[in-house]
Each structure stands twice: as structure tokens, then as C-alpha cells.
């Protein structure tokens, strides 16, 4: 959810070649809520009956794409300019991450301001006359070895970041699956439970590490984040072994 007033970035794609990566294109923005799209001198012509196959049901995206035949035009009312390549230039320019990127297109969005990001075609990249109108360098942290990205790939990577900071979505959450956490209390009577069956059981030994292996047991329970239905697992699986040695006994 952006806040009022942020202006989302336009996505431009620079002379691309195939259709078919124009339409996926569309789809990876679509996946992360952006619909603003230009294309540039697509070598096929403009609009594309590929594209429009690939993009499924991101066609939204594509049917409210704004043709230009040249990058000046298309970056004219922006603000700010990233460019994306992996190759190293002659030009001075500060070049950051997608993180970084899609941090100070949110920043300048929340402002009013216009960010754009070029893409270029599959074969070559963007040129040094296309990176000269950009105001710094996005560059993926790739293997240096083979660095070319796939175009749509590299619009998702710039979508998936944009999304991501703005989502306020946790690195990491729980599925509890119709559970709780089992409170401090729960989890204490667990460890009595416990204790009482190993003592029975001898396994408090020798009596000078007695202390210390009760507190191991104790910090492990306190470790593990059990849930409600965990702890009583655990009470159940003790209670069947006693009630079976006791048998055994018998």
C-alpha cells in the first residue's frame, strides 16, 4: 500500500527485441503492482501480438504502455533516471544496488518526483548515449562470470525490491496452524514433568551435576518456542512411556 501521494516508477524498456520478454516483462511488474511501463523502438514494431500472449493477464500493463520512438522522450518528464546495466562504463556515475534503487525511488516518489529505470534490449544492454541521460547505475550483485540478466528477469528484481519495501511485509513469521505459544507456565510444568521422569528414571547422575543438567534441560525448553499442542505431545509421550514401564513392571 503506497502512501497518498507516492508516485510509483516507470518502467522503460529500451529497444527491445522479443515480444515475448516484453510480455513478461509486464507480468513480473503486474506481480509487484506497477503498471507503468514504456517501451522504446521495440524492434518488432509497436503494439506486439507476442507480447500481448506472454503478458496473460498483466495485459492492463501493455494496453496502458506509452510507445516513444526515442529514450529522450521517454524519460522527458522524469525527475530522476536509473539505468541498469552490469558492465562497466566509462561514465562517472554512482552506481547502487536495486535495494538501494528502489529505496531512493520510494523516497523521491513519496516527494511527488518521477523516477524512471531503463532496461535495455537482450542482446547488448543499454549504450553509453542511452546511461548519459540516467542519473546513476543499478547494477545486480551477479556472478561476474556470466553476468547478462534476462530483461524480464531484471524487471523482476527491480519490481520484487520496489514491493518489498513498501509491503511492510516480516522477514519471518511463525504459522501457528490453529495454535498458540505455549505461555511460561505451560512450558515449566512441561519441565517438571520431565524431571520427575527422568529422576525415576536415574538419570540425575552423579549428584555434583545434578544443578547444572536440570538448568540445560531447563534453557533447552525455553529455547525451542514450543507451542500449546507441542507441550501436550510431550506430556502424552511421557505419560504412555510411564504407563508402559509400569506394565512392563508389573
Not at 6 to 34: D, S, Y
Not at 56 to 80: E, Q, Y
Not at 123 to 144: C, F, H, K, M, S
Not at 227 to 248: C, D, N, P, S, W
Request: proline letters at 6%; aromatic letters at 8%.
Amino acid at each position: 500500500m503506497l502512501p497518498p501521494h507516492t508516485v510509483p516508477p516507470v518502467f522503460i524498456l529500451v529497444r527491445p527485441q522479443m515480444g515475448e520478454n516484453i510480455g513478461a516483462a509486464a507480468r513480473a511488474m503486474l506481480n509487484f503492482g506497477l503498471e507503468r511501463m514504456r517501451v522504446v523502438g521495440p524492434r518488432d514494431g509497436w503494439p506486439n501480438p507476442k507480447a500481448v500472449a506472454m503478458a496473460s493477464g498483466a495485459g492492463r500493463v501493455l494496453d496502458h504502455a506509452g510507445h516513444f520512438a526515442d529514450l529522450a522522450g521517454a524519460v522527458a518528464d522524469c525527475d530522476f533516471v536509473f539505468a541498469t546495466t552490469a558492465r562497466g562504463r566509462e561514465l562517472v556515475k554512482e552506481v547502487v544496488t536495486p535495494e538501494r534503487a528502489m529505496e531512493m525511488t520510494r523516497a523521491l516518489g513519496a516527494e511527488g518526483k518521477r523516477v524512471g529505470v531503463l532496461f535495455g534490449p537482450e542482446r547488448a544492454g543499454l549504450e553509453n548515449e542511452d546511461i548519459v541521460r540516467a542519473n546513476a547505475i543499478v547494477t545486480v550483485p551477479v556472478n561476474p562470470e556470466f553476468p547478462s540478466l534476462n530483461l524480464a528477469q531484471c524487471v523482476l528484481l527491480l519490481g520484487y525490491e520496489w514491493q518489498r519495501q513498501g509491503a511492510g511485509v516480516p522477514p519471518s513469521v511463525m504459522e501457528l496452524a490453529r495454535t498458540d505459544f505455549a505461555s511460561r507456565e505451560e512450558v515449566e510444568r512441561l519441565g517438571d514433568h520431565f524431571e520427575e521422569r527422568l529422576a525415576a528414571a536415574g538419570f540425575f547422575f552423579p549428584e555434583t551435576k545434578v544443578e547444572g543438567m536440570k538448568a540445560n534441560l531447563r534453557n533447552m525448553w525455553g529455547r525451542l518456542g514450543l507451542t500449546r499442542a507441542e507441550v501436550q505431545t510431550f506430556h502424552g509421550m511421557l505419560r504412555q512411556i510411564a504407563y508402559k514401564l509400569k506394565q512392563q513392571g508389573d
